[in-house]
Structures are given as structure tokens and as C-alpha cells.
């Protein structure tokens, strides 16, 4: 997953430049105990509650997962496995009603010795839950509202939840434990929650780390969290340094004012690090992927072949290659809208469906069929009318999403469809797809949350529907995998309600996003992780390499 | 003079009320400050985000907004941002001493370094020395302010190589962690200040001593000047106290009026050398549509182009004794 490069030579560096397309389990290497280290991030925290609807984004939630207990880790190959530090167990002990039991270690404790217990749960469900605090800004209540009781033993050390229903990605849930008793300190649910947890630097920790100091837009000092009952933290000291740009950060890297750089990775960046020396740098995929979804509704979008034609032509890994692959070597294309290259649930479902395949003889067989002809190289419809030019609507903040716009129109044009591209900054991009303006959309989906990703999307209704699409197939298979315990049987379903998003023309995956973890050569176990939760997963395996 | 004042301050009142109002109107048109929160996923539920419209009151009309925040600044209070834990004004505070920091520096700088480079290449015109110093004032003058910036930051990685020692940083305004001890905190604080700091001065300096060189050509080729010669004084004193003061005046105002440039030209050195400022502070409230923090910015920014006009006033009365007869 990553190399170590300090030759002079060019041409090793691009070789040693280890870019990997599919998440793969990187091994930690021993590590000396001690030292410090200073790492970049975007961002300041917009507030402190990594759960609440401001506090809940990518580099907050990084910079506090040292500070939190977490059930369950998602490795650098995105499997999801217990997290054992934390708890003895956490399994499903009753399908009906759903029963899960958490198993806390007795030694597991806040900074301060207070017991982590049932409590903190039960806080942390509370809090989340709109039935229990209607009030409380919670980023997510999916799963949590869902609950009906949570009891415990004499020790509070078992945390038994019972469900109202089956709620399938259960292990999705409390991935920031709350601390209660700190809580109760502020007030009711709501002034905790929207407040006392999210106005306060946490001084209190459940992680191998806490909060030394915080100098707002400047730093934020971690040390060893005294109290911690995991593994040994190694480094005594990490440093957030708030640096905006990433070039910048790398920049400063190569000076030697920040040990660490983590992010998303584009060809600038990596072109920049491929001009350094002593440092090493790790390239990986994520779990969210960049992909087009299609409008089902309106005058041209809502026939199903055209659609079907557009997916056809359309060529994932002529795109991939173009992109991408310009700068991570080996990169692999989607192969599914529901998980990405590298997970063992992976199928070839664009394959079995003809999706994004490039094949612009049979989009035309296929659109022939239904009666559309090609007249000087314009597609006309079957009552012998031009199709009008499409719009693809794209985010113009993001280089990759541009030129995917632009590779589709190209592709497109193969057909006889005229695209125009509507490349929307940050705060058009949203309200645009919400108020349906477009024919294509170029957006990115997170499967941190499986099949309840697509949900989100392709369900009736679902909340970022904005395609007009409604399918009884698909909402079924939804409905199964939800209620669905069993893992094998969840993969079994997801794929099949891929297969049916992809012949219904409404989603063409991509590729999934890459990020890229550089940091000084003397610095060890610094991963790429593919989730949501970025690299500081592992954080206290970082550390000064050890000594030969 | 305080007439002159009284005026200056209550035109500049005006300015300031319809310069707000136009800049209020256009940032709360420029796009929705919660599209980043709407476009989560999973997505963020419903009531989360009618309370953040309701706390930032984009519920209301933009006239109804912006008499409220009117009346905020009024009292003191620049109003909520979009980011819920910020506190404008006491953000804001902190950055504009870390700008006026870098400005000032700049300022000083670049005016006497114009006024030197200024003055010799007129009084040896058309010799090696002036086309040497107009060679170097134009490219300068051509250079983007961020492409140098961003050449600066790479030359200094090479001269803290070169020294095999980090004298020259490329961001922030001091270490992370900072050095306890003043010696080797007021060098580190040095050496973050010397990048950014030629950056912004080196533009305005190049602009600059072309007014200075202008402005003493044509001093030397003054009645006043011939009459000094012809009186047999020596060159030093015409030139000190017949030249160059006069001279003195056009770039009194061309650094007045430069302020909002110069202003603008360290949003760019503070991106690039990731200075926590102003000019941070504005570009982060641009992207988040922040239209109070904007705002603050804004007023803060005017307020500063206002005192420094009123300041050129008062330097014209010390340096052209014109301007104070003419008062008088």
C-alpha cells in the first residue's frame, strides 16, 4: 500500500509511486515508542460533535476519531470487523425483534476514569433518535429511531439494543460513542447535544488520544489519552496544522514544517509529490465512487431505451483511463453501483447488464429498435423529431466531474445526442439537481452505508431522488435488504437491486474516488482507509520507524 | 482641517451604507449558504435544516436581512454566520491585526524602497542605473502577485537547504509549536513574515517607484530647482530639500489610493502563505456564502481605506506647506 522513496532517480520514483485500484490490508511495521507528529488538515472542526449535522464532515470526523470509543473498524481493505479494544463482542442475538448486544471491556474507560457504560449509549442513541430529542441537529437517525429500548446488567458493561423492526446495517451505528456524564454537565438532550458537546473543546476522551490545546485555525494538540485501555499509542504528540489547500500542505511537507499530508488525491498532487524525496506516500481507493445517475422522468429521459442507450454507450473504462488513471497506476473501473473493485461482495453486473460499456454500435441497434434514426449524425425520436440536446449537470469545484462531463459528451455525440454541460459551483450544484434541471447527473456516492447508499438515491421518494424514478422491483429488493440480517443474503440481494438499477439506464459507476496519505519516510503505518473515517482509524499504530 | 475631516467622514458614511447594502444584496443572491449541509449524505433531516434557515434568517426577505443586520452593527453585533460556533467579530479581530501586521511591513517597506529606487533612476536618467532599476520595477510590475508568491516559497526551500536549516517557512505566520523562549520566537516570527512579506511588497514597490522616478523628473525641472543651482547650493541639499519634497506628494496619494489594492494583493500572499487574516477570513466567508461575514469583512476593510485617505490629507499639509496655507 505504500513505498518508501528516497532515490534520486526519476523513473524509480514513478515506479515506486504505489497506487493501488483496489483497497488492500495493509500490515503495520514496529514502531519506536515516542515523538511527535504534525499532520495537515483542511479544516478547523466547524464545531466539536462529529455526529451533529455541522460537526458531521470528512476532516472532523478524522481529527476526532483518536477521542472516541468506536464498536466497529472499517480496515484499509473496507472490511468492517469488531472493534476489539473496545468491546468483547457485538453481535445479533435475536432477529425478532432484532436484538444486538455490545459487550463493553471492563477496562474500557473515559480520560477522566468514568466507566464507559450503557450510558453513553443510550445517550448516543437518544440523541440521534428525532422520537427522544426532536430538537437535537443530528447529522443521522437512520437505525437509531428505530429502537425501542436499550437495557443493561448490574455493571452497564452490556448494552442490549432491541429494534421496532430489523435494521440490516446495524454495525453502521454509534461510530462516535458519547460521553453521558460529560453531557449531563451541559443540560437536557438538546442544549448537550446542540451546545455543550458542540461549543466545548472535548476535554474528555475514550480514544488513545485527547485534547492537549486547541488554537482555533491554527492547531489542535492530541497527547496519550492516560486512561487508554487498547493497544499502546506510540507517537507522544500529533498535531493537526490547519493548512486550506493541499498544495500548500505538500509544500510545506517538502520543508519540513509538517510531517503529513492526507487527502484526495488529484494529478496535481501527485505530480507535486513526485517531485519529492524522503517521504512515502500511499495512494487507495475509497468507498465512495464518482458516477453518473440519470434522469426517468420528462419528455426524452423518460424512455427507458433511450436511457438504456446512453448507459450503453457510455464507456466507464475509456473514462477511468482518462482520468484517473492518468495518475494511479492499474487503476480498475466500477463494475457495480454497489460496491467497489477489491470487496469480495463484488459482481460484474455493468458486464451482465451491457452498462458503460462503450458499445456504440448496439446503443444504435438498440435505439433503431425502438425507432429512433440517425439523420447526418443527429438522432431524431420515433415520431421522426430531433432529440433535443441534453444537459449534463456537473460540479465545477471538482476538475474530475468537468472532465467526466466532458468525455460523456464526446461519447455521446457518437449516437447523434448533443450534451451541453452545466458546470455548477458549490452552491448552484445541489439546488440544481434538488429542482430537477438537468438530463445527466455527474455526482459521487458514499457505501459507507451499503445498500442503504442506494437508497438514499433510487428509492420512491428516497430524499435525493431527484431522477423521477420509481421502481416496484427496486423498492422491494430495498425493503428485503433492510430487514435482511444474513450477510451472504444481504450481498445476494444488493447485487441483484444493482443489476435492476443498471438495465433500468439510471446509474453508470464509475471509478471510486482515490486518496493519498504522503508523510515523511522516518514515520510508519500511516494507511489510506477507504472509509468515510479517513486514516486516523489506526492512529495509535502511527509512529517514528523503528530502528533497524 | 477638521472641516476637511468632517466632510471626508460623512461622505464616506454614504459610501459605506449603499456600498453595504449593493454587497449584502449580492452575496445573498450569490447562492445558499446550506447547500453544502443539503447535499450530505446521508442526507441531513428536514428539521435540521429549517432550523439552521431560521438561525441564519434566510427564511427572510434580503431587505428585512439586512436592516437586521443593520441594527446589529449598530450594537456591536455583526450577526450569525453560517459557521454555527463562529463569532465574527471575535474572529475577525485577531485577523486583522495579523493582516495590518503584513500590510504595515509591506507598506513601509515598499515606500522606502521606492523612494530610494525612485529618486536614483531620475537623477541618473537614462543611465545604467536608471535602466536597471526600470527593468526590475517592470517585471515586477508583470509578475502575478500569486505566481511570485508561490516562486518565493519554492526559492526559500531552496535557501533553507542551501543553509541545511529552516530559516525561511512557507506557512503560517509562527511555528506549530512555537518556540518558548523570545530570541528564538522573535526569529521564527521573522522568518514566517520575510516570504510573504516580499511578495506583497515587491509589487507595489516596482508601481511605486515609477511614480517616485516621474514625480522627481519633473521636480528637477522646476523653476524652484534651477533657482537652488543658479543660488549655488549644494547638490545634496537640492536635492533633499528642493527635490525630493515635492516629490514626495504624488506618491503620497498613490500609496493612499493603493491601500484597497494592496488590501486585495495580501488575500492573495495570506492564501498562498496561509496566513490566518483578513483576506483568509474573506475567501472562506465568499465560499461558504456567508453574507454577515462578508459583511464584517467589508466594513472593516472600508474603515481602513477611509483612515488611510484621511492620513494622506494630513501627510499633504506636513510635506506641501501649500496645502496648510491654503487651510489656513
Redesign the interface.
Known sequence: MSSARTSCSLAVLTLALAAFSAPALAQPVPVSAGGELIIASTNSPPNWNPVSATGDITTNRQQQWPLYPHPFLTGTDAAVTLNSQFLVSAEVVSTDPMVVEYVIRDEAVWSDGTPITVEDFRYTQQVQDPRACAECSAAFTQGYDLVSSIETNESGKLVRVTFEKPFAPWKTLFPFVLPAHVAASYGDLATSFNEGLSQNVPTVSGGPYMVESYEDGVVMNLVKNPAWYGNPAHLDTIRFRYIAKVSEQITALENGEINAVYGGATLDTVEQVNQMFGVTVAIGPTLTYYHFSLKASGDVMGEEVLRQAITKALDIADMTNRTVGQYVEGTVPMTSAAYIPGQAELEDNTGATGVGTGDIAGAIALLEGAGYTLVDGKLNGPDGKPVRDLEILTYSTDPIRVQLAELAQAQLAKIGITATIDAADRSRYTPEAQAGNFDIYTTATALDLGALSLAQWYQTGAARNYFGYSSAEVDDLINQISVTLDEAETARLTNELDRALLADGIVVPLFPITNIAVYSDTYANIFVNPSKYGTTMNVEEWGLKAAN | MLALIGRRLVNSLAILLVSTFVVFTLVAL????L???????????D??IA??EARLGLDQPIPVRYLTWLSGVVRGDFGPSV???QNIGA?LAPRVGVTLRLVTTAIVIATILALIAGTIAALYRNRIADHLISTSAFILIALPSFWLAVLL??G??VV?RMANA?I?????DI???APKEFLPLMLDMAGHLILPTIALTMIHFASWSRYQRTAVVESLSSDHVRFAVLRGLSRNRIVGAHVMRPALIPIVTVVALDLPALLSGAVITE??F?W?GMG?FLL?SI?N?DANAVMAWLLVAAVAVVMFNLLADIVYAFVDPRVRYGQA
Open positions: 450569490a447562492g445558499d449558504p447547500g453544502e449541509l443539503r447535499d450530505r449524505q446521508p442526507p441531513v433531516p428539521s435540521v432550523a439552521e459557521k454555527p460556533n474572529e516559497k519554492q526559500g526551500i533553507n529552516r525561511l517557512f512557507t506557512v503560517g511555528s506549530v509549536p492564501t498562498v496561509q490566518r483568509g472562506e465560499a456564502r
